[in-house]
């Protein structure tokens, strides 16, 4: 069995690789926050992402809920700016650190659960290894 090909593995490795656009955006954000007229930018919601690369939940039963997501939007965009600093910037600090804090959480998160599921695959293969990979 190779684990690479289950699908938990590959929404997680997609997570991941969202978080990563994320932190590089925001990255931006904050780097720019003295630039004249620079905007906050920030990436569609993860959901959308999904959404367009054919990952949905399973309807198990038929009296679920069919969930929508809005997939107009997948790179970078802006972000309607809550304040302007006299110079136009856009860019709330505040803000932005809380955005980052917020995806390495998810991050972490996600790293934490792939590194499980891969632990709990080797021992139920008998290679060894627990949990912790």
């Known amino acids: 069995m190779d ?14 690789a969202w978080t990563e656009r994320r932190q590089a955006v925001l990255a931006q954000n904050i780097a720019n ?4 007229g620079w905007q906050s930018r920030d990436v569609a919601p ?4 999904a959404d367009q690369a054919g990952i949905a939940l399973a309807r198990t039963d ?4 069919v969930g929508t997501s809005d997939t107009s ?6 972000v309607r700016p809550t304040g302007r600093q006299p110079d136009g910037n856009a860019v709330s600090l505040d803000q932005e650190l809380s955005k980052v804090a917020d995806t390495d959480t998810t991050q972490s998160l996600v790293s934490a ?3 499980t599921y ?11 290894g627990g949990a912790s990979g």
């Open 3 to 16: 684990p690479t090909r289950i699908a938990l593995f590959d929404l997680a490795e997609r997570r991941l």
């Open 46 to 49: 993860f959901a959308a992402a």
């Open 73 to 78: 939007l997948l790179g970078a965009r802006p």
């Open 33 to 36: 926050a003295d630039t004249p």
């Open 113 to 115: 659960i792939y590194h």
């Open 118 to 128: 891969l632990g709990l695959f080797r021992t139920a293969l008998g290679q060894g």
């Open 62 to 65: 038929p009296f679920h809920l």
